[in-house]
């Protein structure tokens, strides 16, 4: 789709520019005999444009999703005050040519952030990604934006800025985390960088 709107640009600029005004270029020569005179002053036609396409052009985007965002953050500081959780829809804008655009999710997302003693007990930080999953799983399905299932990002941190970041997608989990908890769940998601 994104070669037919920048085919249909380039056939808008390249017209434009045949229908500008060009001013002549004097003769450095006065005209050989039986040549025709060369015109003092070029007079453009106007040509109609009819815009043929009215689409739109698309761009990954997200948008913030507070009331999800909100019943998430309760649901997970009424189990610990170390964490803290929002939610967006992640799609694309479809942005058309006046600049209004409009917005359609592909999927919801979740960022997570864990406060924990030690960004290195696997254990532990597989025990959160368990707890934390069944949270956001456990969510109204009508709260959940997009057709594809999204994916959650766990920032865990320690007291001395120590940080580990860990994505976990939805699907992935769903499909092969099933009795899985502790260090064996944190090691299916964690690759070492």
Request: net charge negative; aromatic share 10%.
């Amino acid at each position: 789709m994104n070669r037919r709107i920048s085919a249909a640009l380039i056939a808008v600029a390249l017209t434009a520019l045949a229908c500008a005004s060009v001013a002549p270029i004097p003769p450095t020569q006065p005209p050989r005999p039986g040549t025709p005179p060369v015109p003092s002053e070029f007079v453009p036609t106007a040509i109609p444009i009819t815009p043929t396409y009215e689409g739109c052009a698309y761009m990954w985007g997200s948008q913030q999703l507070p009331e999800l965002s909100a019943k998430l953050n309760a649901t997970l500081q009424a189990k610990s005050m170390d964490v803290t959780g929002l939610a967006y829809a992640y799609g694309e804008n479809c942005v058309y040519g006046d600049g209004h655009q409009t917005f359609g999710a592909m999927e919801t997302d979740f960022r997570v952030g864990v406060k924990v003693k030690n960004v290195h007990d696997e254990a532990a930080l597989g025990d959160w990604i368990f707890n934390v999953m069944h949270i956001i799983l456990d969510l109204p399905p009508e709260d959940i934006e997009g057709p594809q299932p999204g994916r959650v990002d766990f920032d865990f941190k320690q007291p001395d800025p120590a940080e580990l970041f860990v994505t976990v997608p939805i699907d992935k989990y769903r499909r092969e985390a099933t009795g899985l908890k502790g260090a064996e769940l944190f090691r299916l998601f964690y690759t070492n960088p």
